[in-house]
């Protein structure tokens, strides 16, 4: 994971040149802040893989003399099938909605959004897929 998070420690410093650069070349204001957000997102997926990687120590991924076998095996648990996230996004698209329409619509998503949110993230507490 070191080699990930020093890709987007690489990709913010090339942002924050661009962005240095297109500020002295334009005086943009939207552009340069634009710029700016890419360093700081780089930079925070950056340090999140760093983080990440000192804490759960080295990876096979992470030897340069490693074999692609030293990573079998089983990656995690990954839903194979689930609607939630159909209703989460109609939910979305109903609150955008209801910010061009009308208020009353915008709080009948909110509310349908945080519903819908709550059910995608307990969906494998309860009934038959209960850990």
């Not at 939207?30 to 990876?59: E, P």
């Not at 009353?104 to 507490?125: D, K, N, R, S």
Request: net charge negative.
């Amino acid at each position: 994971m070191r080699a990930q998070a020093y890709l987007f420690y690489i990709c913010a410093a090339f942002f924050l040149a661009v962005d240095v650069v297109y500020w002295f070349w334009s005086h943009d204001w939207t552009g340069t802040t634009a710029l700016g957000i890419s360093v700081g997102m780089a930079g925070l997926v950056g340090f999140y893989l760093h983080f990440t990687a000192r804490r759960i120590g080295a990876q096979p991924e992470d030897n340069p003399e490693g074999e692609i076998a030293e990573k079998a095996g089983e990656l995690g648990f990954f839903s194979p099938h689930s609607w939630w996230p159909l209703f989460v996004a109609g939910s979305t698209a109903l609150a955008a909605l209801g910010f061009v329409i009308g208020w009353w619509l915008f709080m009948v998503g909110v509310a349908a959004v945080i519903l819908t949110a709550i059910g995608f993230v307990f969906e494998y507490y309860r009934g038959n897929f209960q850990h």
